[in-house]
Antibody, heavy 113, light 112 residues
Framework: QVQLVESGGGVVQPGRSLRLSCTAS????????MHWVRQAPGKGLEWVAV????????YYADSVKGRFTISRDNSKNTLFLQLNSLRADDTAVYYC??????WGQGTLVTVSS | NFMLTQPHSVSESPGKTVTISCTRS????????VQWYQQRPGSAPTTVIY?????RSGVPDRFSGSIDSSSNSASLTISGLKTEDEADYYC???????????FGGGTKVTVL
C-alpha cells in the first residue's frame, strides 16, 4: 500500500534553515507530481509547492517563493523541501502529497527563538 | 487567482444528511476538478472525493460529490451520518495562474 513518510521537522530559530524529506513506497514515484502542503496550528490547509514527475517543473506559493526549494530524487523515491530564512509564520505541520490522492502523516516545523 | 469559500461549520444528527458547499470566487467551477479531503482530529487529511465526484477506494457510498455551474460551486454530501464522520472537510482545486492548488477554508462537521 502507498506510504509517504516525512521527516526532518523540528524546532529552529527564525532566519535559520531546515530540510524536510518524504520517502515514498509502493508506487512508481517517478511517474507522479508531488506536493508539499502545510497546516499551521489550528488553521486550514495551505498549498506550498509542487514538483512535476521529472523534477524539472517546480511551482511555489507566493508566501514561500524565494525562500523554499522543492526537489526530488527519483532514484531514491524521495521528495525534499529546503526551507530557508524561516519565519515564525512558517510554523506548521508539513505534509507531502502524491498527486491529490495520498497524504503522508506530516512533520512539524516550529520556528521560535 | 481565485478563492474557495466553505461554511465554517455544519451540524446534524446521526442518520441525517449534510451538504457542504465550496464556492469559487472567479472563473468557472467546471474549469478545474475539485477534490474533497477529510481530516479527523489529530490525523492527516485523506482524500474522499477526487475529480468532482469520484470516490476514493474504500470511501463509503454515503459520500458523494457534485458541481453546480449555476452557483459556481462544488458540494460534498454525506448521507446516513455517523459519529465517525465528525471531521474537518476541505475542498481543493487547481489554480492555473500559479500551477498550484487552492484550498477552501474547511468545514467542521459535527454529528450531534
Amino acid at each position: 500500500q502507498v506510504q509517504l513518510v516525512e521527516s526532518g521537522g523540528g524546532v529552529v530559530q527564525p532566519g535559520r534553515s531546515l530540510r524536510l524529506s518524504c520517502t515514498a513506497s509502493a508506487f512508481t514515484f517517478s511517474a507522479y507530481s508531488m506536493h508539499w502542503v502545510r497546516q499551521a496550528p489550528g488553521k486550514g490547509l495551505e498549498w506550498v509547492a509542487v514538483i512535476w514527475y521529472d523534477g524539472f517543473h517546480k511551482y511555489y506559493a507566493d508566501s514561500v517563493k524565494g525562500r523554499f526549494t522543492i526537489s526530488r530524487d527519483n532514484s531514491k523515491n524521495t521528495l525534499f523541501l529546503q526551507l530557508n530564512s524561516l519565519r515564525a509564520d512558517d510554523t506548521a505541520v508539513y505534509y507531502c502529497v502524491k498527486d491529490a490522492d495520498y497524504w503522508g502523516q506530516g512533520t512539524l516545523v516550529t520556528v521560535s527563538s | 487567482n481565485f478563492m474557495l469559500t466553505q461554511p465554517h461549520s455544519v451540524s446534524e444528527s446521526p442518520g441525517k444528511t449534510v451538504t457542504i458547499s465550496c464556492t469559487r470566487s472567479s472563473g468557472s467551477i467546471a474549469n478545474n476538478y475539485v477534490q474533497w479531503y477529510q481530516q479527523r482530529p489529530g490525523s492527516a487529511p485523506t482524500t474522499v472525493i477526487y475529480e468532482d465526484k469520484k470516490r476514493r477506494s474504500g470511501v463509503p457510498d454515503r459520500f458523494s460529490g457534485s458541481i453546480d455551474s449555476s452557483s459556481n460551486s462544488a458540494s460534498l454530501t454525506i448521507s446516513g451520518l455517523k459519529t465517525e464522520d465528525e471531521a474537518d472537510y476541505y475542498c481543493q482545486s487547481y489554480d492555473g495562474s500559479n500551477r498550484g492548488w487552492v484550498f477552501g477554508g474547511g468545514t467542521k462537521v459535527t454529528v450531534l
